[in-house]
């Protein structure tokens, strides 16, 4: 498969990412002073902004290489919910899986940023989990979009309480029953209840405690390896990819095992790179391509958004020439 073939079947692929979103808003300005009445910053305040967050940047990273996506999530009947949709809309993704719910708070992560500097952060959120009631509106919707033919579904955990333990198992088989493919970008708390997805991306962490081992990936291979061999024997799913920070990314599946070395660069802010990698990925899988191809792919893509401050979504054009560059 040539890289042009590739990057044009990404614009056929349809997506479903379900998980948690949240508004990533930013308050920012010039700080030149310390305040009389405590010891901290005044800031001049020069701009307001808001961004997609949490799994909805998974959606952004997917909609920036082309592909049509649907985001399902339980949000709050708030004014932050209103501020959501809009950004959603904005940039053409499917809002139709979303809940609004008055039993919820939409998650809004303010950052404070004086002279460029982050100074501090506020969050608003809720983060236990939805209840029956949700959970049952939410797999309906589910349900309605997969029968529109969608190519894959992405589970992106952020622990704010949309992926309980009985969602994620219902919802791996509907997929089932639509043979639509699963990946899963995962948090610690529902770890294990993935048993049978398509595709397994936990980073180096979550894989340690997720399987309670600890692993030294540079110096005990061995124990990388049996943690590996546990994750398989415990959620058996088709692909198993971890990424390694540092150190790149390793795939397996039931053919073969690579461990792919990261590319020297420029690192700015590793904030999002997991979002990218798990969009990327899982565009190649569908698209056909191998294993070990796609996760060099997706290696690439979640170095180069590193280089940029703050999160930001892979740029088609731009991981189109340094893979044509590597020859990846």
């Not at 940047?57 to 709050?76: D, E, H, T, Y």
């Amino acid at each position: 498969m040539t890289l042009e073939t590739l990057f044009e079947a990404f614009k056929q692929k349809k997506i479903i990412v379900l998980g948690d979103v949240m508004i990533d808003a930013y308050l920012s300005g010039k700080v030149d002073r310390v305040s009389p009445e405590a010891p901290v910053p005044i800031i001049n305040f020069s701009k307001h902004e808001e961004r997609l967050g949490g799994a909805a940047n998974v959606a952004l990273n997917l909609i920036s290489l082309g592909a049509q996506v649907a985001m399902a999530s339980v949000i709050g009947n708030d004014k932050n919910a209103n501020a959501l949709i809009q950004l959603f809309e904005e940039k053409s993704i499917n809002t139709t899986g979303l809940i609004r719910s008055d039993d919820r708070e939409t998650t809004v992560k303010t950052r404070v940023l004086g002279n460029y500097q982050q100074l501090l952060r506020i969050d608003q959120e809720q983060t236990d989990d939805i209840n029956l009631e949700q959970e049952k509106q939410l797999l309906n919707q589910i349900e309605s979009l997969l029968k529109q033919g969608y190519d894959a579904l992405i589970f992106q955990d952020y622990n704010k309480g949309v992926l309980t333990e009985s969602l994620i198992k219902q919802v791996i088989e509907l997929t089932e029953k639509y043979d639509v493919i699963t990946t899963v970008d995962p948090k610690l708390k529902n770890f294990l209840a993935y048993e049978g997805v398509t595709l397994f991306k936990p980073n180096l962490k979550e894989l340690a405690e997720g399987v309670q081992m600890k692993i030294d990936f540079e110096k005990d291979r061995p124990q990388f390896n049996q943690a590996i061999k546990k994750l398989k024997k415990t959620l058996n799913p088709a692909i198993i990819f971890v990424t390694l920070s540092e150190h790149g990314v390793y795939i397996e599946d039931n053919k073969e095992s690579q461990h792919i070395e990261a590319h020297a660069r420029t690192i700015s802010d590793v904030s999002g790179a997991g979002d990218t990698v798990i969009s990327v990925a899982t565009l190649c899988l569908v698209a056909g391509m191998k294993v070990s191809r796609l996760a060099s792919m997706a290696n690439l893509a979640g170095g180069i958004v590193c280089e940029y401050r703050g999160v930001v979504a892979i740029k088609a054009d731009e991981l189109f020439k340094e893979a044509k560059k590597l020859n990846v």
